[in-house]
């Protein structure tokens, strides 16, 4: 089973920028899809950006586009999620999920078959 933890998250003024970190163990992080997800308390899980397998397919948020980007290093079963010109409309906890399929980038949550514990970023105006 697929564990996924994330960090990196923390509090910044708008305009920051901050690079949350998403390590995969046990298993291979290159036979998944990742994606992060972002979410307000009592809220619905937001799709934020995604990435197939090799990196080359990716997927975002018209909210972030342009703001942020997603890269993975299989080597290091590792995916980052660069986050640039941060806004107080970004604050949430942010959410590293996998999915089975190596090239499904969806955006639904539920799609997704694995999950972390999150990381929060706050931003401050």
């Known amino acids: 089973q697929v564990q996924l933890v994330e960090s990196g998250g923390g509090s910044v003024q708008a305009g920051d920028s901050l690079r949350l970190s998403c390590i995969a163990s046990?298993?291979?992080?290159?036979?998944?899809?990742v994606a992060w997800f972002r979410q307000a308390p009592g809220a619905e899980r937001d799709f934020v950006a995604g990435?197939?397998?090799?990196?080359?397919?990716?997927n975002y948020a018209d909210s972030v586009e342009g703001r942020f980007s997603i890269s993975r290093d299989n080597a290091k079963n590792t995916v980052y999620l660069q986050m640039n010109n941060l806004n107080p409309e970004d604050a949430d906890d942010y959410y590293c999920?996998?999915?089975?399929?190596?090239?499904?980038?969806?955006?639904?949550?539920?799609?997704?078959?694995?999950w972390g514990q999150g990381t929060p970023v706050t931003v401050s105006s």
């Open positions: 999920d996998g999915h089975r399929h190596p090239d499904a980038v969806g955006r639904a949550a539920g799609e997704y078959d694995y």
């Open positions: 046990g298993g291979a992080l290159s036979s998944y899809a």
């Open positions: 990435a197939a397998w090799s990196g080359t397919m990716r």
